[in-house]
């Protein structure tokens, strides 16, 4: 008991002691997106550390023993906020942590489902911006020694987020607008509808965690048909007859994956924040750009 006290005395101490010339700032970030911004901004003068990693899922996490000591000894703790992350104020706690916790929402006008904020603001480029500035500007504070040096990988970041979004709203544009319109299970694209115009339905009745039944699929077929929907997109489907049956009953098209509350690994389809923005707005052009 006394070696685990001494230990945790040292990591807060670690945190909150000023950098020495030539130490790289500890940062944690939440999850993997935020990860990805930090370390665009941040470069080799910080060490990053996701709490919830690549393919994982930071609605439901649950941070274990190893992650207090994570936190105790980051001196900058990076989180999105609104409302996203529950569990970390008792991570914190958990942690006696004094490092300066960084909201990367913060500036952002919130969506709202219901009564609660939509938590996924940076499936909006623009919101991404803000994501990046915020960023920047916590670590220029951390670390002023390196401010120069943020602040130029921001600026280089910044421009290639412009650059981003200007090829999402010209692959947009090649849709016709009678076809911007897809059923997906997932609800973390609010933020990129209102930007882009490409309406994200919700399937009646069905789960988002387990496949559809009979039931469920005879429902998705009539939403299909009644609304016109070109293109559906279910994570959790996995049968590839039923993907055929959607196909052949209402011509619509069955997309892949759309990535939308975490990166995957180095070598998946969506390993940084722009490929998985590329990544959708292909898998979307591909099976809404023409019948």
């Known amino acids: 008991m006394r070696r685990l006290c001494l230990l945790l005395i040292a990591l807060v101490a670690a945190a909150t002691s000023p950098l020495r010339a030539g130490d790289r700032l500890d ?94 603001a940076w499936q909006s480029v623009a919101n991404a911006r803000l994501y990046v500035a915020n960023i920047r500007d916590a670590l220029v504070k951390a670390d002023p020694a390196n401010a120069s040096y943020f602040q130029d990988r921001a600026k280089s970041y910044l421009a290639e987020l412009d650059g981003l979004d200007r090829e999402v709203r010209a692959a947009i544009a090649q849709i016709p607008p009678e076809r911007r319109q897809v059923i997906s299970t997932h609800k973390a694209f609010g933020y990129f509808a209102r930007d882009y115009g490409i309406a994200f339905i919700a399937p009646l009745g069905v789960s988002t965690e387990t496949e559809p039944s009979a039931r469920d699929l005879a429902r998705i077929i009539s939403q299909v048909k009644a609304a016109k929907i070109p293109a559906v997109f279910l994570e959790n489907l996995t049968d590839d007859r039923l993907i055929e049956r959607i196909a052949a009953e209402t011509g619509a098209k069955v997309g892949g994956t759309l990535y939308s509350d975490s990166l995957t690994g180095e070598k998946g389809a969506a390993p940084t924040y722009i490929a998985m923005v590329r990544h959708n707005i292909k898998a979307l052009t591909s099976a809404l750009d023409h019948p």
């Open 27 to 120: 940062v944690v970030a939440s999850f993997s997106i935020l990860g990805d911004f930090v370390r665009q901004v941040g470069g080799d003068k910080v060490d990053v550390t996701t709490l919830v990693g690549a393919n994982g899922d930071v609605h439901v996490y649950t941070p274990t023993p190893a992650d207090a000591g994570k936190v105790a000894a980051a001196k900058l703790v990076v989180i999105n906020g609104l409302g996203l992350e529950g569990w970390l104020p008792r991570l914190v706690q958990s942690a006696g942590s004094h490092a300066p916790i960084v909201v990367a929402s913060t500036g952002i006008a919130p969506l709202h489902d219901g009564a609660e904020a939509d938590p996924h």
